[in-house]
């Protein structure tokens, strides 16, 4: 099994910019989440799908963030416009319910310079 | 007050030394519980469940207090290769609120 994918690994942009981050689950697991985390804050929520609806986006920082899970293999986390304080490391996990853990992709580190 | 809070630490130990963290959550309706490790510069990765009885894994203990919304790990004979950040983890129905996590080093 392949884990969860993300991609950029790595993404540099400047303030303004579209960003777009990927994230492809393990095969079989029905919830996608979605995560930040910055030194100050720590990990936080921001969206989970289960069976490719969002059920919360209660942790979605503002409009200028937006997700999609267009199937059961791929989700985007979107940021228009970016801002130096979006910078932080963004995880996709991934699961199959009831009271497992999740799996965790390795993460994009996005930098809004 | 947070969900889950967590002593950042850090804890510095000597290797074979005894540590235990502590975890308390503020949802008495959690339903599920887990310690994670991450190394720096890495994805979180589940170390193990936690459950009410108390459950081990070789080294590593863990224990749930539900009345007191208490979770504890405790790591015996501490490895070099133990250094890293735990993040104590609570779970509601579907999603996992995370401890800000507590970063232990061991030194030879």
């Known amino acids: 099994d392949a884990g969860v994918i993300q991609s950029p690994r790595h993404e540099v942009t400047e303030m303004g910019q579209e960003v777009t981050l990927r994230c492809k689950p393990i095969s079989g697991h029905d919830y996608l989440f979605w995560y930040r985390q910055t030194m100050m804050r720590g990990l936080e929520l921001l969206i989970y799908?289960?069976?490719?609806?969002?059920?919360?986006d209660s942790g979605m920082p503002e409009d200028r963030f937006s997700a999609k899970m267009p199937n059961a293999s791929f989700s985007t986390l979107k940021i228009q416009p970016s801002e130096p304080r979006d910078s932080a490391v963004y995880f996709c996990?991934?699961?199959?319910?009831?009271?497992?853990?999740?799996?965790f992709g390795s993460g994009t580190r996005l930098t809004v310079v | 007050r947070k969900e889950v809070e967590q002593d950042p630490g850090p804890f510095n130990v000597p290797e074979g030394a005894t540590v235990a963290f502590n975890c308390t959550y503020s949802?008495?309706?959690?339903?599920?519980f887990f310690w994670y490790r991450q190394d720096c510069r890495k994805e979180p990765k589940l170390l193990m469940s936690?459950?009410?009885s108390g459950n081990e894994d070789g080294r590593f203990t863990a224990q749930l207090n539900r009345a007191s919304q208490y979770i504890s790990l405790l790591i015996r004979d501490s490895k070099l290769s133990d250094s890293a950040t735990y993040l104590c983890?609570?779970?509601?129905?579907?999603?996992?609120?995370f401890g800000a996590g507590t970063r232990l080093t061991v030194k030879p």
């Open positions: 949802n008495s309706a959690s339903q599920s």
């Open positions: 799908f289960n069976n490719n609806v969002p059920i919360d």
């Open positions: 983890v609570v779970k509601g129905n579907n999603d996992m609120r």
């Open positions: 996990a991934s699961n199959n319910g009831g009271g497992r853990g999740y799996t």
């Open positions: 936690v459950y009410s």
